[in-house]
């Protein structure tokens, strides 16, 4: 059975882009039969505001969507907590108390996530004492994995390469887990067997197969599907201030008109599609 998830984040309301992936995945499943999974990703600090969750559940109802809702990940920080140790105690996490603009000052190389960490704590035993992030070893991880393919059911199979991203964090010193250690970790718990989710983060599946080796975790197939733009040609974005589909909601507008909209290729004004 084909499952699929729809995974906002409340720090923010949802913009177009948001409506057509929750789009893309509600609708893999359905045609196939399968289920399609609400999951609110909600350990962004005080970023994180929960009275948008019901707003998230307002919207995707407006377009006329149908889903099961599985637990948020703040109640999941202990399953994170207990993976991090894991792999600490393993050998394949270490301590990093570099800021962003040291490591930007330090590595000329940019990537996905931008300027790639130059690998500067590497070696370096935690201290409790002092806040630190954890990042995977990238050598010690893929050395331990060995060699690994995923599949994208548009770009078909690909070789797992996740250096461009160098050692990646996994724990941030202000989260009790990346995005990159959540994802994986939440998608396994849920059952997901087909990851649906913006080009922009095709890369980023690199990392989580290599993590779903390491962890034991089954590997889903992935769907990277095209990214809505706006009139200077950049991502949608909650801090650009993306226009949110709840104040098309509040106007009266027709959801569900919308939705075939979007289906069919027809963008909101000022919108394209990448």
Request: hydrophobic share 40%.
């Amino acid at each position: 059975m084909i499952v699929t998830r729809f995974a906002p984040s409340p720090n923010g309301p949802l913009h177009w882009g948001h409506a057509y992936s929750a789009i893309v995945a509600h609708d893999l499943a359905k045609e196939a039969g399968g289920r399609f999974l609400l999951r609110i990703e909600d350990i962004d600090g005080p970023r994180s505001k929960p009275e948008l969750a019901d707003e998230f559940r307002r919207d995707l109802e407006w377009l006329g969507l149908e889903w099961e809702e599985v637990p948020a990940q703040s109640t999941r920080i202990g399953r994170y907590e207990a993976v991090a140790r894991d792999l600490l105690d393993r050998g394949l996490l270490y301590p990093c108390t570099c800021t962003r603009k040291e490591i930007e000052k330090l590595s000329p190389r940019i990537g996905p996530d931008g300027a790639i960490y130059p690998g500067t704590c590497k070696g370096r035993l935690l201290d409790p004492s002092k806040p630190a992030a954890l990042r995977l070893d990238l050598d010690r991880a893929l050395a331990e994995a060995g060699e690994l393919t995923w599949t994208d059911t548009i770009a078909g199979e690909q070789a797992v390469a996740p250096q461009e991203f160098g050692d990646v964090v996994l724990v941030r010193k202000d989260l009790p887990a990346s995005y990159h250690l959540a994802a994986t970790l939440d998608d396994a718990a849920d059952g997901v067997t087909l990851v649906t989710r913006g080009k922009d983060l095709f890369h980023a599946s690199h990392v989580h197969r290599l993590l779903q080796a390491l962890l034991g975790l089954p590997a889903p197939q992935w769907h990277h599907h095209a990214l809505l733009l706006d009139c200077e040609g950049r991502k949608l974005a909650k801090r650009r201030g993306s226009p949110a589909i709840s104040d098309y909601r509040k106007t009266g507008e027709d959801g569900r008109a919308w939705a075939q909209r979007l289906r069919q290729g027809e963008w909101p004004v000022g919108i394209s599609r990448a």
